[in-house]
């Protein structure tokens, strides 16, 4: 579903000469239906390289394949395909301006996938699965974070999207808000939606993942099902973040 | 003390239409186009400032470096000496000062424009693009109403500080508020009283503007 052949991305940064190396090469790809989780140090490439799955970071090396087109390619109409691939940011990103319904249904309507009356229904039918039926006309910024991460999870789902980006889902939320988020994500993964999920809970990596990807230093060190790659890691860096993170 | 009242009194009766129907008519009227031109230009000069295309960026940061960086009168003179030359028909002097004042506003409405702009998260622009909204549909839908939001005030005092600068027109006898006290003055030699007249008039004005942009504001707000 999702291909990607050897990804280069590099940030040039204010006041430093060298550019910061941030992608050396990625190669991966992700079947339809998989689940994928990608773990590793902070600045080993992991967001960067979710990033540039639905071209929001565009790399300057490599190609992207996405059900077989290449988008990477500059002639691609990229929003066409950015409809198809849902995306869940670590701050939420919800539009404050909207109320809750407003959230979900704007996308789809504005972009002719929906008509306001079957947006408004299944913005309806979308928000009780969550159990946020009851905050429909609400601000966001009357929601808890928790609430707030479950909206923006439907909203990115109200474009009926092939795939499902994850980057960071639960970092930026209060602990006893974490559980509320990561169920919603597992019911949505039992449903078979292909997704990619950058995280740091290792518990939930392994609970849900068909592969988990452990990144580090701009590459996939390495890649493997959950049970062997979280009881026997092969790479030594791998070794030593699970022995950081797993106690 | 009293004198002074008697005057104003004498004064007001006599030349009442000079004050508030002439000067306080066309201070408004000069305002309300320069507000209003300049926002609209205001909002072409940020999109060009922010443009991708980077020779637009350096004409437009030029044209308002210039213009913040030199004096509103000495704006108001080339304005003055130079629309006249540059039209070939022949225009009243409060339209080449108004030219003048609309491209000063415009300049400081572009500034207002892009810190509402770049104050939006960068968050709602990618949540935005991410759902497969296009550069201009994020723009209208989801970053231009927050910033709007965000300026209004900074607009309000935008308005109000235009008010007070029209005075400056007054250097070339267009008839707003400014004028009507150069005129008056110079009929009655009571310097003090017209003077006072005249700054009761703004003080009214642009309270009273600034006291409705408040009401605006927290109808807004309560809106969110």
Not at chain 2, 104 to 125: H, K, L, M, P, W
Not at chain 2, 168 to 176: D, M
């Amino acid at each position: 579903m999702i291909k990607t052949e050897n990804l280069h991305k590099s940030f040039h940064l204010e006041g430093k000469k060298e550019p910061l190396h941030v992608l050396r090469g990625v190669s991966e790809h992700v079947a339809k239906g998989e689940v994928v989780s990608i773990i590793g140090p902070s600045g080993g490439g992991k967001s960067t390289f979710l990033r540039c799955l639905n071209m929001l970071e565009i790399p300057e090396e490599g190609k992207i394949f996405f059900e077989g087109v290449e988008i990477t390619n500059a002639k691609v109409d990229i929003n066409l395909h950015r409809q198809k691939m849902g995306m869940v940011f670590q701050h939420f990103n919800v539009f404050p301006h909207l109320s809750v319904k407003g959230n979900i249904t704007l996308a789809p309507v504005l972009l002719k996938k929906k008509t306001q009356q079957e947006a408004d229904d299944m913005a309806m039918d979308l928000l009780s699965r969550v159990g946020l039926a009851d905050k429909a006309n609400e601000h966001p910024s009357r929601l808890s974070g928790g609430q707030k991460q479950r909206l923006a999870i439907v909203r990115a789902l109200a474009m009926e999207p092939d795939v499902m980006l994850f980057d960071e889902p639960t970092s930026a939320l209060d602990p006893e808000m974490v559980g509320e988020v990561l169920d919603v994500i597992k019911g949505l993964v039992k449903t078979g939606m292909t997704s990619v999920i950058v995280t740091h809970e290792m518990g939930f990596a392994r609970e849900v993942s068909d592969r988990v990807l452990f990144m580090d230093d701009g590459i996939i060190a390495e890649s493997g099902k959950p049970e062997d790659l979280f009881q026997h890691p092969q790479n030594a860096r791998t070794k030593e973040f699970l022995s950081k993170v797993l106690y | 003390m009293v004198e002074y009242f008697e005057n104003i009194v004498k004064i007001l009766s006599r030349y009442w239409y000079t004050f508030l129907v002439t000067g306080v008519g066309y201070t408004l009227l000069l305002s309300l186009i320069t507000v209003a031109a300049g926002s609209v230009i205001g909002v072409f000069l940020c999109l060009g400032r922010m443009a991708k295309f980077k020779p637009l960026n350096w004409i437009v940061i030029a044209i308002v470096e210039v213009v913040r960086g030199t004096p509103m009168l000495l704006q108001l003179y080339i304005g003055y000496f130079l629309v006249p030359k540059l039209l070939p028909f022949s225009v009243p002097d409060i339209v080449s000062v108004g030219v003048a004042l609309v491209i000063n506003s415009a300049c400081y409405v572009s500034e207002i424009f892009r810190s509402g702009i770049q104050a939006v998260d960068r968050g709602q622009t990618e949540a935005a693009r991410s759902l497969g909204l296009s550069g201009s549909e994020t723009m209208m839908r989801i970053v231009l109403p927050q910033a709007i939001k965000n300026i209004l005030p900074a607009l309000g005092n935008e308005f109000v500080t235009i008010i007070k600068e029209t005075s400056l027109a007054s250097t070339f006898f267009v008839g707003e508020l400014m004028t009507s006290y150069l005129i008056v003055k110079g009929n009655t030699y009571l310097t003090m009283e017209c003077l006072l007249i005249v700054g009761v008039l703004y003080f009214v004005l642009n309270f009273v503007l600034s006291k409705l942009l408040g009401v605006f504001e927290r109808r807004l707000k309560t809106s969110d």
